[in-house]
Structure formats: structure tokens, C-alpha cells
């Protein structure tokens, strides 16, 4: 149309200001990217079976012997479902259901995170557990998020999680995001982390090449299953 980026950008803007769209990476949209905040229950339900691919997938990243962090969130949780070790391992986690999940498995170590539970997570959140995790070391951490923004990063709709979530960030060597395609492009309210934080994210087919082919370039790892 022969106009500038920075024009576009403007008008981008001015119509995101009148309530006409919303501005995303490279463009806008008529759908709003803000998640909202769903219980645990509900979003079990929803696309349950890519979850499961995606959680089955991520066991190829542990290691005999490792140390891992599970965080809260359904797709995590299908993870601590399908964990059965040959050898001892340790799994670090916030979030009660992968404790309860895991308590008699065997071959399996639990260290729960204190705090006070959150009902819509069943995750413990706060100063308690993060003052524990100052204290930790461990393998690979493995998140679900409720957004993955090329410009905002990776987000939660939670704000009193989020802190938790980069304090769990910042003790792992390696962190891989669970995440189905409906989270791309979305954002929640609080923060976690910059793109360049993480070193894998698992998704299922529904995400576009384009936007694995970005995430790639930006050095992360990306596991399509």
C-alpha cells in the first residue's frame, strides 16, 4: 500500500485504541490473545488428547539419575501420568495432583513445595516455596503457560503464580514448555519469561510452520507431535 511500518504500526494502534482489533506479532487480530483464567477441571478437558502426545514426547528429555521440576497446569500433569523411571529419579513440584500422582510410583522421589494452595491451580504458590527453591538445583523443568507471545514472551493468566514460575525458571538448566497450539499467540496477565529462557517447547500439529520455523531461529528446540 506504499506506507511505512511505522504508519501501519500507527494505524494498528488507533485501531486497537477504538476497541476494532487487537495488535499481535506482525499484524492484528479480531480475536482477543488475552487467556483467561480457567480451573484445573475445566482445562482438563480441553484437547486432552494432544496433551497426552505432547506429555508422552517430553519423557524423551529426562534422564537416568536427573533431578526434574514439574509446574502446575493439565498438560504438565499428563507428564507425571505417564513417568514410570527405570531409575530413581527426583521430581520437584508446586503442584499437589503430580504429588499425589506420584507419592507410590516407583522409582520416583517427591519434593513437594510448600505454600498455600491455590483451588483453581491445586498448586502451592508464594514466599514459602519460593524460599525452598532457593535452595535447588535441578535438570529440567517443565512448564505449561497460558500464552506464547513473540513480543510479551511466556505468560500466565495468574499473577501470583508467575513469580513462582520464574523463580522455578531460574534454579533449572533447562526449561521446556508444554504447550498445545491454542496457546500461541495469547497472552495472560503475568509474565514469566522472555522467549530466549527456554530451550524446548512441545506442541502438537496445530501449530504453523512459520511459527515453528520463528521459534527455531530464535535457538529453541521445537518438538512437533
Known amino acids: 500500500m506504499e506506507v511505512s511500518g511505522v504508519t501501519i504500526r500507527k494505524d494498528l494502534k488507533l485501531l486497537e485504541d477504538k476497541n476494532l482489533l487487537f495488535r499481535t506479532h506482525g ?27 505432547i506429555a508422552r514426547a517430553a519423557l524423551d528429555l529426562i534422564k537416568e539419575n536427573d533431578s526434574i521440576m514439574i509446574g502446575s497446569g493439565t498438560t504438565v500433569f499428563e507428564l507425571a501420568r505417564c513417568l514410570q523411571p527405570a531409575k530413581q529419579i527426583t521430581v520437584i513440584t508446586p503442584a499437589v495432583k503430580v504429588t499425589l500422582e506420584l507419592s507410590n510410583r516407583p522409582n520416583v522421589e517427591v519434593l513437594q513445595l510448600g505454600g498455600l494452595i491455590r483451588k483453581n491451580s491445586s498448586s502451592v ?14 535438570g529440567v523443568l517443565f512448564i505449561g ?36 497450539h491454542t496457546k500461541f499467540g495469547k497472552r495472560g496477565i503475568g509474565k514469566i519469561c522472555d522467549l530466549d ?9 496445530g501449530v504453523s510452520k512459520e511459527t515453528v520455523d520463528a521459534l527455531e531461529d530464535r535457538g529453541i528446540k521445537v518438538i512437533v507431535v
Open 27 to 53: 499484524g492484528g487480530s479480531i480475536h482477543n490473545p488475552y487467556a483467561m483464567e480457567r480451573t484445573i477441571n475445566e482445562k482438563e478437558l480441553i484437547n486432552a488428547e494432544e496433551k497426552q502426545h
Open 125 to 138: 504458590a508464594g514466599s514459602y516455596a519460593e524460599y525452598i527453591l532457593a535452595n535447588i538445583s535441578c
Open 145 to 180: 503457560v497460558d500464552g506464547i507471545d513473540f513480543d510479551f514472551g511466556l505468560s500466565i493468566s495468574n499473577l501470583t503464580e508467575a513469580g513462582l514460575n520464574q523463580k522455578m525458571i531460574s534454579v533449572a538448566q533447562s526449561v521446556a514448555i508444554l504447550a498445545d
Open 197 to 205: 529462557a527456554v530451550q524446548y517447547i512441545i506442541t502438537d500439529q
